[in-house]
């Protein structure tokens, strides 16, 4: 499951941003549990952000990501020359001649940048996939990761993040895959980070604005 813009109307609670003082606790707890962490006011704040966190000329894989997008981290990855944009040059690839080629190339970037579907406030995240494809990356596969999180992915456990998933994200992103790909969605791989035992390897932005799901 790909993380996206709203398009159906789910459970209102899921989409109020969180306020100041519970995100600088989040960010606090983050840092606790490994991860590097930064708030931002904006979208053009968390862009500015990533870019002061991607040396020029890294190989960076950008998650599909509706967050990435909109903020136009996205475009700056796969556009501005800057970087070397894994996901253009696995489009050029043939698929039956360099299938591994191309696995190996998705499931161990130098940088991966995306997004989560929740964070606790005790400083886990939830990734949800449909595929599963870019969880690996995530988990251990690239040696840096960078997530940009919207304030309204603020949740108090795990338990509310995982009906967070089921009951806002998943209504959303199913309906805009039927619509852009024709074909359901589904949350069938979920991850969760609860620590982060390489320091520096995980940075989380985040924004005090809503963002994606």
Known sequence: MTEGAGIAQPPSEFSEVASNDRIIGVAAALERNGVTSFIVESGAGARSQVRSLLPEGVEVFNNTSRTL???GVADDIERSGRYQPLRLRLYRMDREMEQRDMRTL???????????????????LLIASATGSQLGPLASGAEHVILVIGGQKIVPDLETGFRRIREYCFPLEDERARRAYGVPSGVNNILVINRVVAPGRLTAILVKERLGF
């Open 106 to 124: 998705a499931a161990s970037p130098e940088y991966v940048v995306g997004s989560v579907h929740a964070v606790t406030e005790d400083g886990s």
């Open 69 to 71: 997008e909109a903020i």
